[in-house]
């Protein structure tokens, strides 16, 4: 019997998919437990498609409400059947880009208090028991701040979870704690291939970028190649915020993005499990002479 259970902490609706798609359908597939919790309703986000302009939140403020039918859609192709919202759909609002306005709303993500929001989370491990958890490193992978505080709030959780003196409810240890990352190796190929197909790329030199890490901070490949149909489809369900062109997609700037079917993992709490040869570059790894993690779950009895 498959008894491996995987949870993922996202900011918003299409975070999932972009981030960690091809990971999820994977485990999935195999018969694995994966539980999503998204944490706002992607509220702020800008819409694509201009017969739906009007959900915006500077018009009729319908977005949250529009996007958990599309996550709900993504969540059906990648085959994932558990997903929550933190704390209950608009429990807390998508606090917008770093800087703005919308940061110091009261019901903003980003002012959530740490521990009641971790509480939420903590309800959700000790009712799923899951091994491992996946979220952002501490800067959010960008620096939104709702993923910031995904990333703050997924660690509270992580330890108050374990404390039989915190809440309600058996105490759990989940065994290996992961941030999602991208190997800069992989950018550089991937932004050769999009110069190569003419697609419009974010900057000449992708160390200008504000995310992407070393190579030798990478501990764990996954390789879902065969699930990348599954991510593609799953990007076409959330259209209010990706455009989609196979290999290709992009968000509402329609500056051009790959989406990844071999995606990368670094570890930050746990124990690494046995290492192989990280899959050739040309598909999206990080070649010799690395060898990573292949399975989120190595090393967990």
Known sequence: ??????????????????????????????????????????????????????????????????????LAAACEALGVTDHRFLGGPGRWRDSGMMGVASNDRQDA?????????????????????????????????????????ANRVAWRAFELAADPAFGEGEPWRIAKFYFTAMARSTMRRSAEAMREADVRFLVEDVDDLPFGCADEEITTEIDARAHIGRKIDAMRAHATQISVDPPWFALSNDIGQEAFAVEHFILRAGTQGPTVPAAPIEVGGLGEPYKLEDDLFAGID
């Open 1 to 70: 019997m498959n008894d491996r259970r995987l949870l993922l902490v996202h900011a918003h609706p299409d975070d999932e998919t972009i981030g960690s798609g091809a990971t999820m359908a994977k485990y999935a597939a195999e018969g694995a437990l994966v539980t999503l919790v998204t944490c706002t309703l992607g509220e702020g986000g800008e819409v694509i498609p201009p017969e739906l302009a009007h959900l915006a939140a500077d018009r009729d403020d319908t977005l949250g409400e529009h996007r958990i039918g599309e």
């Open 109 to 149: 993500f980003w002012r959530a208090d740490l521990d009641e929001a971790a509480g939420e989370l903590v309800k959700v491990i000790r009712e799923v028991r899951p091994q491992v958890l996946v979220t952002y490193d501490e800067n959010g992978f960008y620096g939104h701040p709702d993923h910031i505080k």
